[in-house]
């Protein structure tokens, strides 16, 4: 995830205090995982070092916090940037589970077993993420979903690879 | 935790040779969702029929508030599927003459309730599950995600006990699916009612307490096990 640009994105709208700009990070683009001060910090420097950001107020008090900061045009330039490249999809070539599920059937041991531990390891997850997402609002829903489909993504190879676990086997075994 | 409601143990099936049922064995308690999943064929369907009395296990029991339900007579037993069940199915369940209101009124017509006060009480069940715009049309001038929906107000109009839903959300997109779910699951703990889920759709599958998966006619609890 991109702290810098969603800074620069939120400071589009307004100048913020840098609490100001944590705070609707947060709310906005991690709920229930909020950002450290270290990041808040690190991310302004950068920000302010590369000339996307500029400091245009002061309260009183020390800190990165108690600045206000407003976007530059080099910043809005990155924004635009970073918003019409696509992102790399992820390809998940490594998977961990593919490698345990080979490892277990090479070396004698119960693939199956694996396969439906963390298919209710996914599941319970999928649950809390489910009932999380039906007390949420709209913003909430959408990031919910997006973890949702990933998670089911997962479940769906878990189930196919424990319907070829025997095909499979007859091929990694010695 | 709460007693057991339905309790069926050790139950075989075989549709003429093919075994449908090798032993399996489920337990539901008073108002829990429990999603049933497992791989086409796998006996999930058979399994739902068998605990509603629907269709007789050749061994195995199944007792529900402590009675045997193939010890039943078969009048004692649709008089329960009745009242204290309620049934939705993937598609093909509203009877296409009647409309709306009328087919989610028809459990309690059945059961003996008057016309004005099973159709006022239908009327309540479509608003709930925010369909109440369609109570006059019949079942082929809606959608399909309208009409699970009303299949789900049949299902809860007579505040049963125990919904069995198989594949309640098969035929529907994945927004509409999850959203009849939603209202389905949501009813259910309103009344208290418990859900049997026959689902292939983990994101589906979410929405209940607890998973149980169905391998070659017989019932893994992994949970229990992990
Ligand atoms: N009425 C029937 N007559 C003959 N065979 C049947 C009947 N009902 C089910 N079977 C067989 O019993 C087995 C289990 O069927 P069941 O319908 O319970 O599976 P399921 O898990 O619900 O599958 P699906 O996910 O495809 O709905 C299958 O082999 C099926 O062909
Ligand atoms: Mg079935």
């Known amino acids: 995830m991109s702290i810098g640009h969603s800074f620069l994105g939120l400071l589009e709208g307004k100048p913020r205090h840098g609490y100001d700009l944590k705070r609707a990070y947060d709310e906005r683009f991690s709920p229930g995982r909020p950002l450290h001060h270290g990041q808040v910090y690190a991310t302004l420097s950068r920000l302010l070092k590369n000339g996307l950001v500029v400091v245009d107020g002061l309260e009183p008090g020390e800190g990165p916090e108690r600045k206000r900061y407003a976007v530059t045009d080099a910043g809005i330039t990155d924004v635009q940037t970073w918003l019409s490249q696509p992102e790399k999809p992820e390809p998940y070539l490594q998977s961990v589970l593919y490698t345990k599920v080979v490892l277990a059937l090479m070396t004698g041991r119960p693939a199956d077993e694996i396969l439906d531990v963390q298919r209710t390891e996914h599941l319970r997850l999928m649950r809390e993420v489910t009932r999380r997402k039906t007390g949420g609002d709209l913003a909430e829903q959408l990031i919910c979903d997006h973890a949702l489909f990933h998670l089911e993504a997962d479940l769906r190879w878990l189930e196919l690879t424990a319907a070829r676990l025997n095909e499979l086997a007859a091929r990694v075994r010695p | ?226």
Request: proline share 4%; with cysteine.
């Open chain 2, 1 to 226: 935790m709460t007693e057991p409601l339905l309790v069926g143990t050790d139950l075989f099936k075989m549709y003429g040779t093919t075994p449908a049922l090798r032993g399996s064995s489920l337990t539901i308690r008073a108002g829990e969702i429990v999603a049933v999943m497992g791989s086409s064929g796998s006996g999930k369907s058979t399994l739902l029929h068998c605990l509603a009395g629907i269709v007789r296990p050749d061994d195995g029991t199944v007792v529900y508030a402590g009675r045997e339900i193939s010890a039943m007579s078969d009048v004692e037993r649709s008089a329960l599927r009745r009242r204290d069940f309620g049934f939705v199915f993937q598609f093909g369940q509203l009877v296409p003459e009647l409309t709306c209101v009328e087919n989610v009124a028809l459990p309690l017509r059945l059961d003996g309730v008057r016309r004005k006060e099973a159709e006022r009480r239908s009327r309540e069940w479509l608003d709930r599950l925010e369909v109440g715009d369609v109570a006059g049309k019949l079942p082929g001038q809606i959608s399909g995600g309208q009409g699970q929906r009303v299949a789900v107000a049949r299902a809860l109009v007579t505040e049963p006990k125990v919904v069995f839903a198989d594949e309640p959300t098969g035929a529907l997109d994945s927004l509409n699916g999850e959203k009849v779910m939603q209202l389905l699951g949501q009813a259910a703990r309103d009344t208290g009612a418990a859900v049997v889920l026959v689902t292939h759709e983990p994101r589906v599958a979410a929405y209940a307490d607890r998973e149980v998966v169905v391998r070659d006619g017989a019932s893994l609890d992994l949970e229990r096990v992990a």
